[in-house]
Nanobody, 122 residues
Framework: VQLQASGGGSVQAGGSRRLSCAAS????????MGWFRQAPGKEREFVAV????????NYADAVKGRFTVSRDNAKNMAYLQMKSLKPEDTAVYYC????????????????WGQGTRVTVSS
């Protein structure tokens, strides 16, 4: 599967942004989908994950209550809705797909998108 993240840009603190991840090559329903981010000078970190059907989600503590992960398997799309953005949310955001079904517990993924940059200014 090929993944392409989009929707990044500049936003003021307190604002919102929705990231999209378009999948091609295979049905998105075959994969658990995750979102990660990498801030300048820092390691990539987990943000959110959503199960095949969307019935189960999990979030990093830093974004819980502010970010919402969702998916539309019919459109082969996954989303990350970000609200109440903070300057510390500034990062390149990546979507990832897991075909083995273990990502909910292992946080490992097989396929990665190219990333989309989000800059939050204070």
């Amino acid at each position: 599967v090929q993944l392409q993240a989009s929707g990044g840009g500049s936003v003021q603190a307190g604002g919102s942004r929705r990231l999209s991840c378009a999948a091609s090559g295979r049905p998105l329903s075959s994969y658990i989908m995750g979102w990660f981010r990498q801030a300048p000078g820092k390691e990539r970190e987990f943000v959110a994950v959503i199960s095949w059907s969307g019935g189960t989600t999990n979030y990093a503590d830093a974004v819980k209550g502010r970010f919402t992960v969702s998916r539309d398997n019919a459109k082969n799309m996954a989303y990350l809705q970000m609200k109440s953005l903070k300057p510390e949310d500034t990062a390149v955001y990546y979507c990832a797909a897991d075909r083995s079904g273990t990502a909910m517990s292992t946080n490992t993924y097989d396929f990665w998108g190219q990333g989309t940059r989000v800059t939050v200014s204070s």
